[in-house]
């Protein structure tokens, strides 16, 4: 995954580990054996779009440098985000659920990189018995708008950007 979804993605992570957090990227869970404590795999599991405006037309953005104008576009979307919290089996199960719970105090406050939490899920903690490890699944569902600005000369779209923010 690259460009705005994954740049969005990566805050993610970021927001975990400044709260004290150990996150990394989506893995497999093989390569999570190799964590001596928890830690919480982030990936992108579904994105829903919607029509954002006329033909998806957002208005002119205005750039504040140098006064060039450019349309910009975009659609209302709903990004979900599952977050597998991995454990090794030496620290069991409640050290998985509680990094678990960590994780979802951290989106219910916090949101996710900036988008609200629209809904926060945690499953039950479950033993992978081939990888050695805890596991517990949580959901995070936001809402945001893709936005893309369209280039005039180049007749292209640029600068793809996840935006949203917290009330």
Known sequence: MNGA???WRRLVVEQLQESGLNAVAAMESARASRWRKAVTAVSLSRVVCAPGGFKDY????VDPETGTESEVYGRGTELTLSLDVFAPRDGGEGVCQTAAEAVVECLVCQG???LAALEVQAGRVAFLEAEGLYRQEVSCRCKAWLVARM???AGVFTDFEVRGSLK
């Not at 957002?58 to 953005?61: A, D, E, M, N």
């Open 5 to 7: 979804l994954d740049r």
């Open 58 to 61: 957002l208005g002119v953005w």
């Open 112 to 114: 996710a990189a900036g």
């Open 151 to 153: 280039d005039n000369e």
